[in-house]
């Protein structure tokens, strides 16, 4: 499934240039903008008929691409394909969806480009591949509006960049040929959200030494769509939160309320500026981004469901991404980190810890 990465003499299809496009001016010029959901089912899916099914779509969403072709894997491999899914680099021509069976057809995979859809984006998806709706109770931030235009705004984080970069967490990295860790812990379903999910990880990162006394930067993944069935489509907003240092800023209730009045980042324009975005990007890169990225797709409903992962993409240095979904039955929690900056044992445990916060 891994593709090879473009060269400036590859033609580009359209559906790729317009998803390069959308996330051409965001803050990480060097990640792959992969999205990841993994789905465990009570019954099996055929892969012809799953494969049908997303051909149809992708007939319907010009801007997802070619279909994909649908791989099985034993369970032997199943990490190796989901890392394959969430992290392999998309080519010039690549299809922008990506799907996995386990061989008893128990267990799929969905990966897609981020320039194409969101994670409720990946969910429809998911749908159109099982047949079937899911639909989901996060709620969306409508049409709430920025506080700034996107060049103010632009200058802002420009000054905090040099002045004031966001903390981060420590890990020393690992060499080895896989390029990202990605794992999951599910429990029996809990009634816990973003504010539960965004004190877990304050607190994580309170709890471990981290060597500076920076100010903790969240990037909440948000949506403009109303709750229910959502589309194969992108409709995403961002909420930042910044809070205080240490344990005063990960106080649950405090994090409600503020995350609840947050105002959105204003969105960026589809465009790369003809290639100079990513170099100017790049010139920062070390002091952009955010001590975590979060990603909360809510309660997910839909028939066959045992529990749905959710892999958000990783952008910026020292990336921490953690989802979150529940089924009617299970709650998951994701971890997904880069091996270059955290090695496995590194992950494994800032995802037992973020578990033993976030269930505890």
């Given amino acids: 499934m891994r593709s090879t990465p473009a060269t400036r003499c590859d033609p580009l299809a359209p559906s790729v240039r317009e998803a390069r496009e959308v996330v051409g001016m965001y803050g990480d010029p060097d990640t792959t903008w992969g999205l990841c959901l993994e789905a465990r089912l009570t019954r099996p ?29 034993p369970d032997s491999e199943w990490a190796d394909a989901r890392r394959d899914v ?21 267990g ?13 984006g990946l969910l429809a998806v998911a749908g159109a591949a099982l047949g079937r709706e899911l639909r989901s109770s996060a709620r969306g ?20 960049a040099l002045v004031a970069p966001p903390a981060r967490f420590v890990g020393s990295g690992g060499a080895g040929p896989e390029p990202e860790d990605l794992s999951a812990v599910t429990r029996p379903r809990v009634g816990r959200g973003t504010a539960d999910l965004a004190a877990a990880v304050l607190a994580l990162h309170a709890d471990l030494p981290t060597g500076s006394r ?20 992108r409709q995403t907003a961002y909420l930042r939160l910044r809070v205080r240092p240490g344990r005063e800023g990960a106080d649950r209730s405090m ?19 003809g290639g100079a975005a990513p170099l100017v990007v790049r010139l920062l890169k070390n002091r952009l981004g955010a001590t975590a990225m979060l990603s909360n797709l809510g309660g997910v409903e839909g028939e066959d469901l045992a529990s749905v992962a959710m892999y958000p993409a990783l952008s910026g240095p020292r990336s921490v991404a953690v989802g979150l979904v529940s089924t009617g039955s299970a709650t998951t929690l994701t971890l997904r980190t880069r ?15 973020l578990a033993d916060r976030f269930f505890g």
């Fill in 339 to 353: 091996r270059e900056e955290f090695d496995a044992g590194e992950h494994a445990r800032l995802i037992a810890g």
């Fill in 45 to 73: 899916q055929h892969a012809g008929e799953v494969a049908e099914r997303v051909a149809r779509l992708c007939a319907r969403r010009p801007h997802l691409g070619v279909a994909p072709v649908i791989t099985r894997h």
């Fill in 108 to 120: 799929m995979l969905i990966g897609a480009h981020h320039g194409a859809v969101d994670g409720l």
């Fill in 214 to 233: 920076r100010r903790p930067v969240l990037v909440i993944g948000a949506s403009r769509r109303p709750s229910g069935v959502p589309q194969p489509d």
């Fill in 141 to 160: 931030i409508g049409e709430r509006a920025a506080p700034h235009g996107f060049i103010g705004s632009s200058v802002r984080r420009l000054g905090e």
């Fill in 255 to 273: 994090l409600a309320r503020t995350i609840a009045d947050l105002r959105p980042e204003p969105d960026f324009p589809e465009t790369s500026a």
């Fill in 86 to 106: 969430a992290a392999a680099p998309y080519g010039p021509t690549s299809p922008l969806l990506r799907l996995a069976l386990t061989d008893d057809g128990m």
